[in-house]
DNA sequence: TCACATTTAATTGTTCGCAATTGAATGTCG
DNA sequence: CGACATTCAATTGCGAACAATTAAATGTGA
């Protein structure tokens, strides 16, 4: 019969580790929108700019780090590719010199209507329905956020 | 009365990304693992490679690409790094001269005692039980598995 | 008003992650 | 055996991600 794997060795298994399942996850997701944003010439954490203000532009730096958890390290850079890219524009708030308000251009909005056909992209590729989906990203998020209650305390 | 968001903008709404959610939830996990790898040495890929091969180490490169889903790219300067802190050989295979070997030093095994804290503290953190969190890490190990079947077809 | 703390982006340096390429070793087929 | 393809690791270049620091603008309290 087949020898039992250790059992105080199991909490160290790679195969245990939610965080694994969570991080491989997300490179998978990567790789499939990969193709998909390579024809609106965007990386996925652009994507993800994109998403945010196409609800709502105009916004500082900030309110965008605390939409997407990212700080200025990495969104600066980024904001000046898209900035690059004629998706957005950087202006310093008149109000508060120290914001940068970042807006859409023209082509940043008119890019949303080339972005719809990517949810279904992906929708298809889950090979799952969409109910089951949102179980699944409403039980991933409480998890996100019970782990971030617990950072910096 | 408010105004119900236009239904035609749902699939692009942020909150409604299961990527998102998988993708912030990764971040979350890396921020609640740094401070419990910074005393073992090891950033969290790095935390990934060793689990690996404290399950079955003296293997390939290759193989721990295709465990973690990783490529030479991401593998080679993470495992001098590694190779730099004494805790892994990398030998060329007598056999077959283009394999790596990756081994555990001394030290490096040796770590693997100082890890078996780690997993309990992001249980704590998880706040959520075994039960729950195995079924989540099933379902979200399912869903990457349905992702990477769909790439490169 | 003036010293001081806080807020906001930007910057620097290190580490991933991946595409694309290279070069050496090995396999395969005529 | 010998041309050719394949495999494997390393390399290069670019774009995140984050810690730590900086600098400027703003807020606060004596």
Redesign the interface.
Known sequence: MPRKPSAV?A????D??????????????N???KPLLDRLGLT?PQY?VM??L??RDDVPVKDIGE???LDSGTLTPLLKRLEAAHLVRRTRSSEDERQVLIALTAQGHAL?EK??A???S?LA????SVSE??A??D???A??D??????GE
């Open positions: 060795d909490p160290l298994r790679l245990n580790q939610i965080c694994f399942a969570v991080y491989s996850a997300a490179h998978a997701f790789r499939v929108y996925y993800l998403l945010v196409w609800e939409r997407l958890f949303k972005a719809r990517v949810p279904q992906i590729a889950s090979d799952c989906l949102v699944m990203k039980e991933i998020v998890l996100r019970r782990l971030n209650a617990v950072i």
